[in-house]
């Protein structure tokens, strides 16, 4: 097949570095305007840190997430490429319910139109004080006058400690949400991202604030349906073939790529491109941008995230075991080695998966340190206490995957660079690029389409200059300067 000739990158080759959420929206964005896209991703499978994993014969996530339904750009690209968002995903209203009777608090919003549905959740909530209610009310007032943004940035103890939040509503309410939004703890954490995040939850209209929970594993959500659709347009997807160097010519960039390329071994052989797109993590960008004089400054920015691990404990019991909910909060207290924060029913989300249960564990420092056994155990034995049935301390087989790097520690007036390198033809793309948002799903297709249109720009004007190649070759190693 020949590559399309229409639309605004027709005649651009352009090379995108990591088949993530990011690279991957990126690649289908410059695909639909007529580009030759090739996406290299080191992994055997695409999809970054939000991918499918094979555990105990089941396709499984790296880690369990969470959607809003807030991100209108995910949902479209993942209907774009193929994928019904309404069967792919469990649609459930802006929710933080506890196991009944293990002290938490049942907190639902109603399907009502905004802001009704969250004034009649206030009201019906259940497990909070007279005066848990009103700080929650008077904080969500103040955080709407002020249009949920701080002129200084602060963390979000200080910012709840301003507007008098209640210790109760902290450890039932804030503290979670803030853990599983930012994945940082309270005292370390950004207060206008946490109050970007609550925008849209807490203060959105109904559909906007719901919560999407994946049914399918996240690599078929999305990141294989765009592959499929990258592939239709003439363009490839090489998995296994990972990106040593890149270099900067005359006419554009060349790659180095170490792995499979087209179903064949690959020693390496420069391919040359029109742009280029990096859309691996920052310290895996900032090491390829690290030779290159021009970019040290942004090599010394990427090299400074900071980060925090996830963890998710995945415990298999009967299939016939069944929670009262698709997915529930826990009591999370580590001095008593409860380090549970989300409980999840992977069998109200895939039959398949009967008696099943994900334990989310962000922010999971202290938790990550233990050995994988030790962890699930004591995750196993906080289940049977919240709810009440001691058969969950005994699962009959577990597995605790952590992600060490999960995401960048989100600290308040944290420097994010944008989409722009500062080199010709080279754009970031990635969760951690500049946005009001946390690294979520979200803020990655929306950095990736934010590469794409920089691509598209920089080609247009180099196409009106007259100084736009044709890559896609190959050209000795030597033959970089």
Known sequence: MCAAKSGKGAD????????????????????????????????????????????????????????????????????????????ALLRLPLQMRYPAGAGGMDFVAP???????????????????????????????????????????????????????????????????????????????????????????????????????????????????????????????????????????????EVKANGQANGQASGGDWRRFDALVLATPPAAAGAL??????????????????????????????EALRLPLPFCALLEDPAARRFGQFVFDRGQLDPGQGGLLAVVISAAGAAAALDQDALASLVASQLAQAFGQPSLATPRWSRVITDKRATFACLPGLSRPGNASGLPGLVLAGDYTASDYPATLESAVRSGQGAA?????????????????????ATPAGSVQ
Request: glycine letters at 10%; charged letters at 20%; aromatic letters at 6%.
């Open 111 to 253: 399907r009502l139109p905004a802001p009704w549905h969250m004034v009649v959740a206030l009201w019906r909530a259940k497990g909070l004080e007279r005066e848990d209610k009103m700080a929650l009310a008077r904080f969500t007032t103040s955080a709407r006058w002020m249009g949920w943004r701080l002129n200084d940035d602060v963390p979000v103890s200080v910012l709840l400690a301003r507007f008098d939040q209640t210790p109760r509503l902290i450890r039932l309410m804030w503290q979670p949400l803030c853990l599983a939004a930012l994945n940082t703890p309270l005292e370390r954490a950004s207060s206008n991202v946490f109050l970007a995040v609550l925008r849209d939850s807490l203060g959105a209209h109904r559909a906007a604030s719901d919560m999407l929970i994946p049914r399918l594993e996240l690599g078929a959500l999305f990141p294989q349906a765009a592959a499929r659709h990258i592939e239709r347009r003439s363009g490839a997807v090489h998995a296994g073939a990972k990106v040593g160097a890149i270099a900067r010519t005359a006419a554009g960039w």
């Open 289 to 318: 941008l690290t030779p290159l004089p021009e970019a040290a400054a942004l090599a010394a920015q990427l090299a400074a995230f900071d980060y925090e691990p996830i963890s998710t404990c995945y415990l298999q019991y009967d």
């Open 12 to 87: 651009l080759d352009v090379a995108v570095v990591g088949g993530g959420w990011a690279g991957c929206a990126a690649a289908v964005e410059l695909a639909d305007k007529g580009a030759r896209v090739t996406v290299f991703e080191a992994a055997r499978t695409l999809g970054g840190r939000a991918r499918g994993v094979e555990l105990q014969g089941k396709m499984l996530d790296n880690g369990q997430h969470i959607l809003l339904g807030a991100y209108d750009q995910t949902l479209k690209l993942v209907k774009r490429v193929g994928v019904d968002p309404a069967a």
């Open 453 to 473: 249109t920089a691509i598209l720009a920089y080609g247009r004007l180099a196409r009106e200059n007259g100084s736009l190649s044709h890559g896609g070759g």
